[in-house]
């Protein structure tokens, strides 16, 4: 079983940066592939961001591309999105999650979700 907690969340103004944490626990974390997901009131989920266990490889989302950076430390079963130049239609709450998949780029494949965490972006 595999245990996630999102933090980092909050309200900032537009051009603000904010670094979401997502600590796991339970199996072994460098096994895992993680994501970023978020999902605005009254849209669908939209995969944000995702790294391979070994973090040797990277997805992020057009529409986020230049902005928002994954990242993960083994060490400490963590991974991080750094996000910069926020913008108001970044608004939603964040999921992290997880897979043991080799399909780490495919929403479908994830299996173990946090709680989320809500980011809010004010013009």
């Given at each position: 079983?595999?245990?996630?907690?999102?933090?980092?969340?909050?309200?900032?103004?537009?051009?603000?940066?904010?670094?979401?944490?997502?600590?796991?626990?339970?199996?072994?974390?460098?096994?895992?592939?993680?994501?970023?997901?978020?999902?605005?009131?009254?849209?669908?989920?939209?995969?944000?961001?995702?790294?391979?266990?070994?973090?040797?490889?990277?997805?992020?989302?057009?529409?986020?591309?230049?902005?928002?950076?994954?990242?993960?430390?083994?060490?400490?079963?963590?991974?991080?999105l750094q996000m910069n130049s926020l913008?108001?239609?970044?608004?939603?709450?964040?999921?992290?999650?997880?897979?043991?998949?080799?399909?780490?780029?495919?929403?479908?494949?994830?299996?173990?979700?946090?709680?989320?965490?809500?980011?809010?972006?004010?013009?």
């Amino acid at each position: 079983q595999v245990q996630l907690v999102e933090s980092g969340g909050g309200l900032v103004q537009a051009g603000d940066s904010l670094r979401l944490t997502c600590a796991a626990s339970g199996r072994s974390f460098s096994s895992l592939a993680m994501g970023w997901f978020r999902q605005a009131p009254g849209k669908e989920r939209e995969f944000v961001a995702a790294i391979r266990g070994s973090g040797d490889d990277t997805y992020i989302t057009d529409s986020v591309e230049g902005r928002f950076t994954i990242s993960r430390d083994n060490a400490k079963n963590t991974v991080y999105l750094q996000m910069n130049s926020l913008k108001p239609q970044d608004t939603a709450i964040y999921y992290c999650a997880a897979t043991f998949s080799s399909y780490y780029r495919l929403l479908g494949s994830y299996n173990y979700w946090g709680q989320g965490t809500q980011v809010t972006v004010s013009s």
